[in-house]
Nanobody, 117 residues
């Protein structure tokens, strides 16, 4: 089992940047594929970016070229660098861990990102 804690959210102006962090504990991070999801008020939770245990990445079309996901297994941390932020990026961002063998899913508590002038 893994516990996830997100941090780094906040209020930023359009065009600004934020870096989200997801700190994992309780298990070896390299056993998990990791991802960031987001959920805006009244909307479903959507995949933003993912990174496999081998480091392969995937992005939602809406964030390609602006967001970068990365992981540091030694630090048990996953990052989401968000640049050129837009008001439509406003949402609660959640970290997800998916066990690469047993397919268990774990979620963090979320961190709020608000993009507004």
């Amino acid at each position: 089992q893994v516990q996830l804690v997100e941090s780094g959210g906040g209020l930023v102006q359009p065009g600004g940047s934020l870096r989200l962090s997801c700190a994992a504990s309780g298990s070896i991070l390299s056993l998990y594929h990791m991802a960031w999801y987001r959920q805006a008020p009244g909307r479903q939770r959507d995949l933003v970016a993912s990174i496999t245990s081998d480091g392969y990445t995937n992005y939602a079309d809406s964030v390609k070229g602006r967001f970068t996901i990365s992981r540091d297994n030694a630090k048990r941390t996953v990052y989401l660098q968000m640049d050129n932020l837009k008001p439509e990026d406003t949402a609660v961002y959640y970290c997800n861990a998916h066990h690469r063998i047993f397919a268990n899913d774990y979620w963090g508590q979320g961190t709020q990102v608000t993009v507004s002038s």
